[in-house]
């Protein structure tokens, strides 16, 4: 019952305006991909071009195999699982979760027994007279989230599921339907614009930016190496810095911004072209009292305190950069420092044009 | 301050109350006298009144055509506006000036003038038999009516509810009925009720449709009061007072109680 899904070139326009363009995307069999992006970017259009309440305007999507472009929602076989939950208000529980059996033209008793023991899975199985109304948050989106499932769709999908749960509620939940998703091993395509959430439970995320994929990879590779400089800053690379190699010797590069010079090694970054931007963390910048360090000149500014560290705003000849330093030696603002590199949290981008 | 209202507003809502509710007192008290003559406080307690509606044959005619007209012009008006409102608010139609000033218009315009427009487009430029007239005339004068109401009903469904259903096999037509439907059930009464008593009540749009024949009660109290000064006509008023209320216990039972219930 699970199959893989394939959109390729897909474009949407609201009226002429166009919100998605040329998207191609692979999901697996049994994959939980998610689409990452701030709020506007096209996911939600995204996800309803494959539930089939939007037509693309050019490309198309293939769910095993079958061709969905052009086939109505009702009978795309898809289980949708929606923010606010979108219950029937005037069914009980019960009847929400068997409602898709229904149509599938189950007799009454084989539904009530299917309906039960999906509700038994998320574990509502007491509520099932209740109406929808009286049911908390959580237990909606569970209700929701068996009556996606009890009909066995070979597709998933879900529109940013938790964002109106509590946080605590939203942690125990991603984790249920992670685990639900893996067991039944359904295809899924999640739609949320929390990364911590994308990255958690997805196998790959795709990341969007105005109705465009920036990137599509394990959360591993996003976290690490982002290919460029807009997953970057999504992933938290705060500080890019564009550079110049002015000498190469062996696998050591030197390169130059602004007037400040700084030694890698290809063998840690990779190979490392003529221009590129150097990104980095703020904990990937070691805040160094030594005036010989191999690093950034730098004047600290404001310090704030993150918990784990303290967070300086520094400026330096290229401009402002963000760096974390120790606990146990907090600097004053003035003070001169170096901001050493950290090979781990820092990545090499191309160059791209115009910055 | 305490939860209780002030003493002072609870007397000014019974006088508000009292000021409603004294025609009705005075029409059903005149309705009951004996007398030949309209009066109030009645004298001498009677029915005679009551029974002379039904033995005047212009009364029965009419009260079966205003309910026939109110009926019919009234689920008319449902069949159209539902549908009407549903893709108004479904797909967030952003209608055209015109467009929505034509769905306020029967509203705006007085319903005299606009009684006259039908009769000169219409009865006189088709010849279409009065009943007709009649139930057209009355179907549009209620239909924004019908149209804001269940738009208001449908302002507030969350349609996801809908896109729910339809994803889990259910095909659009049907998703209506058995999704959208029963939950806006409760604008369904209400626009019912407001149609069916705007048309069993009225007066300018009929006056003009109403011809040899064929005539609306309210058309009928009119006529004959200008002839009689009996009590008929307040016998008659309290008459269509509960036909109005009847037919609202009866909406309410059949659709509404099942609506409360859920
Ligand atoms: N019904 C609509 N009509 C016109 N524009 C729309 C409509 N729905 C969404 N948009 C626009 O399309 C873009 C993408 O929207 P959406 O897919 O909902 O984003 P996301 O789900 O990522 O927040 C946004 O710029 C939004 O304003
Ligand atoms: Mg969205």
Redesign the interface.
């Known amino acids: 019952m699970t199959q893989p899904l394939d959109l390729q070139a897909v474009s949407a326009h609201y009226g002429t305006t166009k919100v998605l363009e040329d998207l191609s995307l692979s999901v697996q069999a049994g994959e939980l991909v998610s689409l990452l992006g701030a709020s506007g970017c096209g996911k939600t259009t995204t996800l309803r071009l494959i539930a089939g309440f939007l037509t693309p305007t050019t490309g198309s999507i293939q769910l095993g195999g079958r061709d969905l472009t052009r086939l109505p929602t009702h009978k795309r076989d898809i289980g949708l699982v929606f923010q606010n939950y979108a219950l029937f208000p005037h069914l009980s529980v019960l009847d929400n979760v068997a409602f898709g059996l229904k149509q599938r033209g189950m007799t009454p008793a084989e539904r009530r027994k299917r309906a039960m023991a999906m509700l038994e899975r998320v574990g509502l199985a007491p509520l099932a007279d209740r109406a929808p109304g009286a049911l908390s948050g959580g237990q909606k989106q569970r209700v929701a989230l068996a009556r996606a499932l009890v009909i066995e769709p070979p597709l998933l999908m879900f529109d940013e599921p938790l964002s109106n749960l509590d946080a605590k509620l939203r942690v125990d939940m991603r984790v249920e339907i992670r685990q639900l998703q893996r067991s039944n091993g359904t295809t899924s395509v999640y739609v949320t614009h929390d990364q911590e959430e994308a990255f958690s439970i997805s196998d790959r995320v795709a990341i969007m930016n105005a109705g465009r994929l920036m990137q599509f990879d394990r959360p591993e590779v996003l976290y690490r190496r982002p290919a460029n400089t807009f997953v970057a800053r999504f992933v938290g690379f705060e500080n890019i810095l564009p550079f110049k190699v002015i000498a190469r010797d062996g696998d050591m590069v030197t390169a130059e911004t602004a007037g400040m010079t700084l030694r890698l090694s290809q063998a840690v970054y990779g190979a490392i072209p003529d221009t590129f931007l150097l990104a980095t963390r703020p904990d990937g910048l070691v805040v160094s009292t030594d005036p010989t360090a191999e690093g950034l000149p730098a004047q600290l500014g404001l310090r704030t305190y993150l918990g784990r560290a303290y967070q300086y705003q520094c400026e330096t000849a290229a401009g402002h950069l963000i760096a974390n330093g120790s606990l146990t030696t907090p600097l004053e603002a003035g003070t001169n420092v170096k901001l050493v590199p950290m090979p781990e949290q820092c990545t090499i981008l191309a160059s791209e044009g115009g910055r | 301050m305490s939860d209780r209202p002030h003493f002072l507003l609870i007397a000014v809502a019974a006088l508000v109350y009292l000021f409603l509710m004294l025609p009705l007192v005075i029409v059903v008290g005149a309705a009951l006298s004996d007398t030949t003559y309209l009066t109030f406080p009645p004298q001498g307690l009677s029915l005679r009144w009551f029974e002379n509606i039904f033995e005047i044959s212009a009364f029965r005619r009419t009260i079966i055509t205003s309910l026939q007209i109110a009926l019919l012009g009234t689920l008319i008006a449902l069949l159209i506006g539902i549908p009407a409102a549903y893709a108004l608010n479904r797909f967030r139609i952003e209608l055209p000036k015109w467009l929505g000033t034509l769905f306020v218009l029967p509203i705006l315009v007085p319903e005299i003038v606009f009684g006259f427009a039908l009769l000169k487009s219409f009865t006189v430029g088709t010849g279409a038999p009065i009943f007709l007239s009649l139930l057209i005339g009355h179907t549009l004068i209620v239909l924004p009516y019908v149209v804001r109401v269940i738009s208001a009903s449908l302002a507030s469904f ?1 349609f ?2 809908e ?10 037509v049907k ?1 209506f009925f058995t ?1 959208v439907l ?2 806006v059930r409760a604008g369904v009464i209400a626009a019912f009720i407001l149609a069916f008593i705007t048309s069993l009540n009225d007066v300018s749009v009929s006056l003009f449709l109403t011809g040899p024949g064929i005539s609306t009660l309210p058309i009928q109290i009119l006529a004959h009061v200008e002839q009689f000064f009996d009590p008929t006509v307040a016998s008659v008023s309290v008459l269509l007072m509960f036909l109005t209320v009847a037919v609202m216990a009866v909406v309410e039972r059949t659709l509404g109680l099942t609506f409360l219930a ?1």
């Open positions: 969350d996801s509810i896109e729910a259903a339809i994803s889990l096999g259910s095909a659009p998703t999704i029963p939950n859920k």
